[in-house]
């Protein structure tokens, strides 16, 4: 098992920053490829980021391709996702989550934090 807990959320101003932080404990951090999903009131939950192991490949969804980067250390059982030039579409619950492979879609993925809301507003 891996409990997963998301932290940082926040309201900021479109244009703002925010870096959220996802803490594991459990089994190895290092084990597994981390992704950070989100979920507008009303929408389904979508991808928006996902990290390999080691760190060395990342992936975005188009959406925030260029605005948001995702990072981990591995020393602290953390991944980040630094969030910048934040507009109001990107109002949601953010979540964490821990998989096998770095991917795109929720089903490769086996374990989910609770959330941390982010509200930009205009």
């Known amino acids: 098992q891996v409990q997963l807990v998301e932290s940082g959320g926040g309201l900021v101003k479109a ?3 925010l870096r959220l932080s996802c803490a594991a404990s459990g089994r ?16 389904e939950r979508e991808f928006a980021a996902t990290i390999n192991w080691s760190g060395r490949s990342t992936d ?16 602290k059982n953390t991944v980040y996702l630094q969030m910048n ?5 990107d109002t949601a619950v953010y979540y964490c989550a821990a998989g096998k492979t ?10 989910w934090g609770r959330g941390t809301q982010v509200t930009v507003s205009s």
């Open 85 to 89: 030039s934040l507009k109001p579409e």
């Open 28 to 43: 190895p951090f290092s084990a597994y490829a981390m992704g950070w999903f989100r979920q507008a009131p009303g929408k």
């Open 102 to 111: 770095a991917a795109m879609t929720r089903k490769e993925y086996d374990y």
């Open 60 to 75: 975005y969804a188009d959406s925030v391709r260029g605005r948001f980067i995702i990072s981990r250390d591995n020393a």
């Open 15 to 17: 244009g703002g920053s």
